[in-house]
């Protein structure tokens, strides 16, 4: 939250991505595509910083001094768990996002792999890597 | 009770624990055709286990891990199990379909059973979800494991592989872009309320909206959800990917993209915006209802100038889906009914359709309709069947569409839509006259190139394929002259999509946390 | 044509780097690592090898079958839910045992480390098989 320069990054980015997915060029498709999958998880990633302190791990020592609020619902203060009002102290970072983010990686690399070796065999079988000119398939 | 509430991780871990298992049996054929055949057998008992276990004691709900709501939930009310038992069904014939179908070097002894295996976990996951960002890693299982399986090859795909290529790089980057919009939309939606447990998300924007701080971008989100899932379920504007990439695949897999993967959209569309943004709903269902309009029209307008048999049927799907779209657009209780009755009724006719499709271009070695002819003289049984499944499209008494087309119709009078039912109705002759023209044409008049006799009757179905077409036969003339219980089914899902409370309470249990 | 000198380097870090997946992958359940992390890393490590003493190389030693291995680790991370059903708990429940041996000390088992084994293997499996896969196709 409050981050303006990260919201402009992640702006960026996905003006960049519908920029290279539109070209004519199956390598530019595949790194706009990447591009696009990127700045989604940095969306994702974004939504998390909201003002925590530390790393979610709970040792016993911390789980004993307890000053701020670690995950609960609070809905008379109008908290949802790690969404909080500005001024609220929060003693951890929410550490949802993070697994969040680690799976739309591991998918968009798959995806990604996948997409590159489609792009490979379809330039051996065309010979171009012009997306105008692969179109078999009109009818 | 114990038996019963494992179930929904079974259907979802046993095919994955399985695909793996028959990684390693690559060479061992009639194994693999045996375990497979039992898997999914016990699939759709398990299914159907589930379904009457929910129709009779309510909602189960599944908390994998043990972390209550804040871990991953596996949810079954009557519409995720219903369409479990719909999808086990379907696959368990494509399966035993497919094991003589499908060829045995390139095929059956490589990737077949895996993927098949991984995908039909996607499916259920799907169904079974009760987790937002879950749901988006199923759809990635279910896309990857399907682009996986379309480049396969069959006996009767005369597909080359210089086209499924680019069929699949079409479908892979239009799914990974839905799939970044559905993500965008999933991120912001748990930026706004900080879960995504469907059930919680339900309850905590009811809060905001009855605080009247609902923010503005839910609204936004729920028409992203609206394209995503019209993306999946082949909706107007973003239908044009199907009839390139359907008909690439081989028929078992066609048959499972035709019959469920484009229903998955259908679930997603009454899931989402119906627990999650009922709010959002007077603004989604006229977008929904118009563009069901445009894609009956677009679909069937399509299909008539096709001679490609698949291309054809392929836009006969866009066409059908339409009208699925149109019960649920038009959004009385009675309407949502007839869609899902038109959904089961579809996913079975359809899938029944595309199987006999490619044992009759087998048949004829080719996939130009003009190039076939006279075919009921050297196979009645796929005339049959090919017939059955017309009929059932096309809305023809005693087979199952003519109930749900029925259904439809009268439920539209009802709620007094009369141009949009004016309309389908057009468009419903169009159907039937595109698909008897194609009936007519490949099984009536003369045998093209009759010296060649012998050759087509060389080429007819394997025991195990008419097996597997004549069950799906029987299901959908059941529908078809007994649809009372289907009809009760679907009014009780309806009456849960309509009131969520049941949902909301098996989820969250009351507790507050 | 790769020097000697990136051949001796690679000799002189694949175990190294070997060793330290195989410890970020049995430090993943209280601190930083895990299976995902260790199983990238030793790939990228095999993979060193690949690029470095070229694929007919490594084939003549040993034609190694990823995708056996991607099956196998799915095989194990899908075990440990069923174990859980096993004893009476949901899937993929996870428990600890604390085991005093002598000489070492207090060591934690933990069951998801047994999950995050398949999970080391699906990842190395799965990433070197389109390696490899990629590489073969000529």
Avoid at chain 3, 71 to 82: K, Q, V
Wanted: hydrophobic fraction near 55%; proline fraction near 4%.
């Amino acid at each position: 939250m409050n981050n303006t320069l990260l919201s402009i990054t992640i702006a960026l980015l996905f003006g960049i991505g519908t920029f290279m997915i539109l070209r004519k060029d199956i390598i530019k498709i595949v790194l706009g595509m990447t591009i696009l999958s990127h700045s989604a998880n940095l969306l994702i990633f974004s939504s998390g910083i909201t003002g925590g302190k530390t790393v979610p791990i709970i040792t016993e020592e911390i789980a004993q001094h307890t000053t701020g609020i670690i995950f609960t619902d609070d809905l008379v203060n109008g908290i949802l768990a790690p969404i909080v009002p500005e001024g609220t102290e929060m003693l951890f970072v929410d550490p949802m996002v993070q697994a969040l983010t680690l799976t739309a990686i591991v998918i968009s690399l798959a995806t990604t792999s996948f997409l590159l070796i489609l792009s490979y065999r379809v330039y051996k079988e065309h010979n171009t890597t012009d997306v105008s000119k692969v179109r078999r398939l009109r009818g | 009770m114990d038996m019963y509430h494992n179930i929904p991780i079974l259907l979802v871990a046993v095919p994955i624990f399985f695909a793996a298992i028959t990684v390693f049996l690559r060479s061992r054929f009639k194994l693999q055709k045996a375990l497979n055949t039992t898997v999914f057998a016990g699939l759709f008992i398990m299914s159907l286990a589930l379904l009457l276990h929910v129709w009779e004691n309510g909602i189960v709900v599944y908390e994998v891990g043990e972390w209550g709501k804040y871990g991953i939930i596996l949810v079954a009310d009557l519409l995720g199990s219903g369409m479990v038992v719909l999808s086990s069904f379907i696959s368990m014939m494509a399966m035993i379909y497919g094991q003589d179908y499908m060829d045995k070097e390139t095929a059956l002894d490589t990737t077949f059973f895996p993927l098949f295996n991984i995908m039909v976990a996607g499916l259920n996951g799907i169904f079974l979800t009760g987790d937002l960002f879950n749901l988006f890693v199923f759809f990635e299982v279910l896309v990857m494991a399907s682009c996986g399986l379309i480049v396969l090859t069959g006996r009767g795909d005369h597909t080359p592989m210089l086209y499924k290529i680019e069929a699949i790089f079409k479908y892979l980057v239009l799914n990974m872009f839905s799939i970044i919009v559905m993500l965008t939309a999933i991120a912001s939606l748990y930026a706004t309320v900080g879960t995504l447990n469907m059930a919680d998300i339900s309850v905590k924007l009811a809060q905001l909206s009855a605080a009247g701080t609902m923010p503005w971008h839910v609204y936004m989100i729920a028409l992203m959800f609206i394209v995503v899932f019209g993306y999946k379920a082949a909706m107007f504007p973003l239908h044009f990917w199907l009839a390139d990439v359907h008909p690439s695949a081989p028929a078992p897999i066609h048959a499972m993209l035709s019959g469920m993967v484009i229903k998955v959209g259908i679930y997603g569309i009454l899931r989402i915006h119906y627990l999650i943004f009922p709010d959002v709903l007077f603004l989604t269902r006229p977008i929904i209802l118009i563009l069901s309009l445009v894609t009956i029209g677009v679909g069937a307008a399509s299909a008539i100038g096709q001679y490609d048999l698949k291309r054809m049927l392929a836009y006969s799907s866009v066409s059908q889906i339409g009208y699925v779209l149109l019960g649920v657009g038009m959004g009385s209780v009675y309407t949502t009914t007839a869609a899902l009755m038109y959904l089961v009724n579809h996913a079975m006719a359809k899938s029944m359709l595309f199987l006999a499709t490619g044992e009759t271009l087998y048949h004829a070695g080719t996939k130009d309709i003009r190039k076939m002819g006279g075919f009921i003289r050297t196979s009645p049984f796929l005339a049959t069947i090919f017939l059955m499944g017309s009929m059932s499209i096309a809305g023809l008494p005693p087979m199952g569409g003519f109930i749900a087309k029925f259904v439809v119709f009268d439920s539209g009078l009802e709620a007094g839509f009369y141009a949009p039912v004016a309309i389908a109705l057009l468009f419903a002759i169009f159907t039937l006259f595109y698909l008897f023209r194609t009936w007519m044409t490949i099984f009536w008049g003369e045998l093209k190139e009759p010296e060649n006799e012998s050759d087509f009757i060389a080429r007819s179905p394997t025991p195990q394929i008419k097996v597997a077409l004549a069950l799906l036969a029987v299901a959908v003339i059941f529908f078809g002259v007994y649809p009372e219980p289907l009809f009760a089914l679907a009014s009780e899902i309806t009456a849960q999509l309509f009131d969520p409370q049941p949902y909301i309470d098996a989820v969250l249990g009351g507790q507050v946390r | 044509m790769t020097t000697l000198i990136a051949k001796t380097v690679t000799k002189a870090c694949v175990p190294i780097a070997i060793l330290f997946s195989i410890s970020l992958l049995l430090a993943g359940h209280n601190n930083p690592g895990g299976g995902f992390i260790g199983g990238v890393m030793f790939a990228s490590a095999i993979s060193l090898v690949y690029v470095v003493f070229g694929l007919d190389y490594i084939m003549s030693i040993c034609n190694c079958k990823w995708e056996k291995f991607f099956a196998l680790g799915l095989i194990i991370s899908a075990s440990t839910g069923f174990g859980a059903i096993l004893f009476g708990h949901n899937f993929l429940r996870s428990t600890f045992m604390e085991l005093h041996i002598p000489l070492i000390g207090e060591i934690e088992l933990v069951s998801a480390g047994i999950f995050d084994i398949g999970v080391y293997f699906v990842v190395f499996g799965s990433i070197l098989y389109i390696f490899k896969s990629t590489g073969d196709d000529e």
